[in-house]
Nanobody, 126 residues
């Protein structure tokens, strides 16, 4: 059974850092396109970053240089290191898997992903 469980969200002041984790089971993260999305109230879900089967990564322009996506093939986890956070980045963050497939061209779209975690809330105060 495929399952994704996020953790690591919380409250932080502007300029602070958080590290999100996503524990995967039922498949291997290194064999799939893995992505992080976020959704703020009243807004559409947007792609933040993805990591492909070969380890290549892509990022939304707004987070380049501040966020880093990575995976641990031994632990079968996905991570998102977020630095220099901004209040407008407060949102629910989700990890997602496009099972067994290579990532499509950026920007990633939520409809391309088969499986989703329940989300973890990130709140950035000014």
């Amino acid at each position: 059974q495929v399952q994704l469980v996020e953790s690591g969200g919380g409250s932080v002041q502007a300029g602070g850092s958080l590290r999100l984790s996503c524990a995967a089971s039922g498949f291997t993260v290194s064999s799939s396109c893995m992505g992080w999305f976020r959704q703020a109230p009243g807004k559409e879900r947007e792609g933040v970053a993805n990591i492909d089967r070969d380890g290549s990564t892509s990022y939304a322009d707004s987070v380049k240089g501040r966020f880093t996506i990575s995976r641990d093939s031994v632990k079968n986890t996905l991570s998102l290191q977020m630095n220099s956070l901004k209040p407008e980045e407060s949102a629910m963050y989700y990890c997602a898997a496009d099972l067994g497939r290579w990532c499509r061209r950026w920007p990633i779209m939520s409809r391309e992903f088969d499986y989703w975690g329940q989300g973890t809330q990130v709140t950035v105060s000014s």
